[in-house]
């Protein structure tokens, strides 16, 4: 998921702050997932 991500913000010139925001969220929404 994060790979796809990344290649997706690259293709489109995402910055790091940027790109490290929307992983995070998707870590949070995974962890919520595998809790439930």
């Not at 790109?19 to 995974?30: F, K, N, T």
Request: hydrophobic share 35%.
């Amino acid at each position: 998921m994060k790979e796809r991500v990344r290649a997706a913000c690259q293709a489109e010139q995402v910055p790091d702050q940027v790109r490290s925001r929307i992983i995070a969220r998707i870590q949070q929404v995974s962890i919520t997932y595998r809790y439930e």
